[in-house]
């Protein structure tokens, strides 16, 4: 079967750097997806990754490494309103988006 | 309008009532996609749509349908709602060109609770 790991719940402080780590196991691979959530509302999208390697955008950055189906998303300067849940999607072989359930992320002064 | 629109915001429904969800997108998106989210558990494809006059089923099609009559709109159809259809559900669409492939961009979702 397919299925997409994640923590469930991390706290961190403001200011701080927090790395939010997702493994997967799917049928093929055509790309890795972040996206943030904040309670609710719908889930925006973040960062892409389809090659080995870090993506850097801003205070958020993605890192993939396929033989080892991992992936992470490092958010640096932590601001409160980082508080979201953040998800992992992989692209399959179909082309069909799936999903972990997301990470719940908590930041305290 | 800009992006995707939902509606209703939220519902609730008696059980074995019928109850359509809409949704409609103005980027001229090929692809949409409804998704039911539950707690612990993620998002859940429930069916798709790749391009204009096609459709297909997700992880959790049952008791549900859609139909994609044109490019824009993709409503969700609950024929008999049970309490286990309670849930939030976001529509999607993809295709938008210059983006990184098959970019998801979500609406903001309608809450149905069903009693």
New interface residues.
Partial sequence: GQN?DQP?EMTATEGAIVQINCTYQTSGF??L?WYQQHAG?????LS?N?LDGLEEKGRFSSFLSRSKGYSYLLLKELQMKDSASY?C?V?DSN???I????TKLIIKP | IAGITQAPTSQILAAGRRMTLRCTQDMRHNAMYWYRQDLGLGLRLIHYSNTAGTTGKGEVPDGYSVSRANTDDFPLTLASAVPSQTSVYFCASSGEAGGPADTQYFGPGTRLTVL
Avoid: K, R, S
């Fill in positions: 997409i469930t055509n790309g997806f509302e719908a889930p925006t999208f892409y389809v998800l999607a692209l082309y069909q988006l999903w972990g359930a997301g």
